[in-house]
């Protein structure tokens, strides 16, 4: 008999895969300038932020490309004004990337999930089935706070800011 651990972590491995390609936001859009970014450039600036530095290295890691693929992304996008790449000070062959103000902008103006296709999806849900539902979100999302604070959670995270 499977133990039913296993068993949860199959359902949500086969569940959540549905739910996202669903209702995943297929194209982000520069809310200054109204044009396209890519899903590969959205993602690039979802790992980016605009105070802490990320090594061009370790984001091209963990998202699985090469640097020199990583770098022609950037360059797109910081020809575009969102991100900015400077030298790091104390290690002169690290590239540290930092988001601008438009990407900045740009990264707070998108969900991952695009709002009307989760309301169409609640919509075919009862009032019933819909609170339970989202009862069931929040306690995920909250177990999903836990466990990131954790100190095993912490050691898978690929991607951690230098001090």
């Known amino acids: 008999m499977l133990c039913p651990v296993r068993n949860d972590v199959a359902a949500v491995l086969e569940h959540y895969p549905k739910i996202f390609f669903a209702c995943h936001t297929r194209h982000r859009r520069d809310p200054g300038t109204r044009k396209l970014l890519s899903a590969r450039q959205g993602s690039i600036l979802d790992h980016l932020d605009g105070v802490e530095p990320t090594g061009l290295a370790e984001l091209a890691r963990h998202m699985g490309v090469t640097a020199s693929t990583m770098s022609l ?4 996008l910081e020809r575009r004004g969102f991100v900015r790449r400077q030298r790091d000070p104390r290690d002169g062959r690290r590239v ?3 988001l ?3 990407g900045v902008r740009v990264k707070e ?6 709002p009307e296709r989760v309301r169409g999806m609640l919509a075919r849900l009862a ?3 819909r609170a339970a539902a989202l009862r069931g979100l929040a306690l995920l999302a909250r177990a999903a706070q836990r466990y990131m604070a954790s100190g095993p959670a912490k050691r898978l995270v690929g991607l951690r800011p230098r001090r």
Do not use: G, I, N
């Not at 992304?73 to 797109?76: G, Q, W």
């Not at 103006?109 to 695009?114: F, N, T, Y």
């Open 127 to 129: 009032p019933r089935e």
């Open 73 to 76: 992304s950037v360059d797109r």
């Open 96 to 98: 540290a990337l930092r």
């Open 100 to 102: 601008t103000a438009a």
């Open 109 to 114: 103006a998108q969900s991952v999930l695009e």
